[in-house]
């Protein structure tokens, strides 16, 4: 900054020379104090210079409106919304999110660095600012095959990056705590700047191990007991409602005027079908004032205290100094937007951008590897070799799962389906480095009673996962998305109900919103019509394979135990 450009803001805050742009007359949102307060915001050179009476180059009557910062989401997967980034950007915009905090971990598992680099370089200069944080596991565990490793010095060479923050979720919480070099390098290396948590039901000492080690928030609470816990351990908790995991109900409740600085809403992960149908951080707005918050408090948490947590000291209020990122709202409950400013420029007018962001490359050539070795009939047969098996057992609206021993169901010396008991077949077969390697299970909670499904989405490294009530549609059903160069299919009697092709690193797509989600719903009524019970089955699916969050999982490598984050056979001894 030079000293005539400070010197034009200090004549523009006095009113000695007339701000650029001046909305009259609003009702000013003060995350600081919780107040709504009739003012002018006087906007210059990009900058908020001043809450009060003012008067300006061009003027808009803001009277009867209420005028509040742009939402930041502090946690959220790009690549869990299936679009690619400018899309992205054109769907949450009109939103009011003007800033994400996004965490490549998906697209890194599968592409490394590459995959890094293509998110910075596929969100430069959108209207959105996408920041980032390095992914720290990749790959996420030693149970799985991943598509790439990076290194502290791998994420190193990212770290001056301008848009990059610091290190995202450490998911590998038992090998920080275990002193594992290669987890402790990566936390020293960025041992100044942010990190985020990923530490579902830690407590007592390891808790207290796992933050003396650096790291901030932590986004996976899903009891209120938990979150206070962690909170009163020094954690900014990260409040998550998300298409899957859903927290918000379970743990507002524990925000207190004195505590809510710690606090912040994030999506995680959202599908295209919620973010057409229901929104994105306006939504959660919405459903944590229906929920007993005060509207001026959610704000708050989907801004300022965003803000602050990663230390983006220009973002998140309407106050002198502040970029001048804010929006117009017809209403504050419920919450909706009617223009958007990015650094005071009008970029989003009634739901329409100031430029067609669809419009813009995807930069995703050659972004699509699947390497699956050739597949036999045989390919999901699981001998019988015990009389009970473990079974992972589904948690209705939470990505957490328990794990079942049952009587196995067999027929002719070979595990089978039993859709009576909602038993169905689980596999997940590596698609990186085409080793062949297919880990094999049973789960329930289900209720699919024919057919399967399949999909190259499978977090955290992104194998193909595959359920399904017979082996030859389970093996259809990968060889179609294997086909498909990734992306989610519906199977039955081996004909394909439903598919979503996802060429950019079998994650996302380089279509629109409206084309990616009519997709995804066609195979959510493909799966209902087989007998699915579940609202979105594919997010389920796509979680069972995350060998980071309890209890019983499966990677290519087989059943994973998360609470001994170790291998377990399916047949007990």
């Not at 009476?53 to 502090?74: H, N």
């Not at 679009?83 to 950007?89: D, G, I, S, T």
């Not at 199977?491 to 990616?516: F, N, T």
């Not at 493909?526 to 209890?551: D, H, K």
Request: with cysteine; charged share 20%; hydrophobic share 45%.
């Amino acid at each position: 900054m030079t000293a005539e450009t400070l010197g034009n803001r200090i004549r523009a805050a006095r009113g000695e020379i007339a701000p650029d742009l001046v909305l009259k007359g609003g009702r000013v949102v003060n995350v600081f104090t919780g107040e709504i307060v009739q003012a002018d915001v006087a906007v210059h050179e990009g900058l908020i210079v001043g809450v009060g009476d003012y008067g300006g180059r061009e003027q808009i009557d803001a009277t009867g409106k209420y005028l509040c910062p742009g939402l930041i989401d502090g946690h959220i997967h790009v690549e869990s919304s299936l679009l690619a980034p400018a899309e992205l950007a054109r769907v949450v915009l009109p939103r009011g999110t003007t800033a994400v905090v996004a965490d490549p971990h998906e697209i890194a598992n599968v592409l490394g660095a590459k995959g890094i680099r293509y998110l910075l370089d596929g969100s430069e200069g959108l209207p959105v600012d996408f920041f980032i944080m390095l992914p720290s596991c990749v790959p996420a565990t030693h149970l799985e095959t991943s598509g790439a490793t990076l290194s502290a010095a791998d994420l190193a060479l990212f770290r001056n990056e301008e848009r990059v923050l610091g290190l995202a979720e450490m998911m590998n919480y038992p090998g920080l705590i275990g002193g594992e070099a290669a987890v402790l390098e990566k936390i020293a290396a960025f041992c100044d700047r942010v990190k985020d948590g990923h530490a579902p039901l830690l407590s007592g000492r390891d808790l207290n191990a796992y933050i003396a080690a650096g790291i901030g928030s932590d986004h996976e609470c899903t009891t209120a007991g938990e979150a206070l816990e962690k909170m009163r351990l020094g954690m900014h908790i990260m409040i998550r409602e998300g298409t899957q995991a859903k927290n918000l109900r379970d743990l507002l409740p524990i925000v207190t005027p004195g505590n809510i600085h710690q606090c912040s809403l994030v999506t995680d992960d959202l599908h295209p079908g919620d973010l057409l149908g229901k929104g994105h951080l306006d939504h959660l707005i919405d459903l944590a004032v229906d929920t007993g918050l005060d509207p001026v408090q959610a704000i708050q948490m989907a801004s300022l205290n965003t803000a602050r947590y990663f230390g983006l000291k220009d973002r998140g209020a309407i106050a002198p100094g502040f970029r001048a990122d804010l929006l117009v709202l017809s209403s504050l409950h419920p919450f909706q937007v009617e223009t958007v400013y990015k650094g005071g420029r009008k970029v989003c007018d009634k739901g329409i951008p100031g430029r067609n962001l669809s419009a813009l490359s995807t930069g995703a050539e050659g972004l699509g590897p699947m390497n699956v070795k050739d597949l036999d009939e045989g390919a999901f047969i699981i001998e019988q070799k015990g009389k009970h098996i473990r079974v992972i057992d589904l948690i209705p609206g939470q990505i957490l799962t328990k794990g079942a021993i049952l009587p196995a169901p067999v027929r002719e010396g070979a595990v089978v389906a039993d859709t009576g008991r909602d038993l169905i077949k689980i596999a997940v077969v590596e698609r990186h480095r085409g080793t062949g390697n297919i880990g094999r299970g049973m789960v329930r909670g289900f209720g699919l009673r024919a057919g399967a499904l399949a999909s190259s989405v499978a977090h955290d490294s992104h194998n193909i996962v595959c359920l399904g009530c017979t082996d030859g549609d389970m093996l259809a059903a990968v060889r179609e998305v294997a086909s498909l160069g990734g992306g989610m299919a519906v199977v039955k009697s081996g004909g394909v109900l439903a598919e979503l092709p996802l060429p950019i690193a079998g994650l996302m797509s380089d279509r629109p919103l409206g084309e990616v989600a009519r997709g995804w719903e066609s195979l959510r009524q493909a799966a209902s019509a087989l007998g699915c019970t579940l609202p979105e089955p594919f997010m389920a699916l796509s979680f069972l394979a995350l060998p980071v969050i309890p209890e019983l999982k499966i990677t290519d490598c087989g059943l994973v135990d998360v609470n001994r984050f170790a291998h377990v056979p399916l047949f007990l001894p």
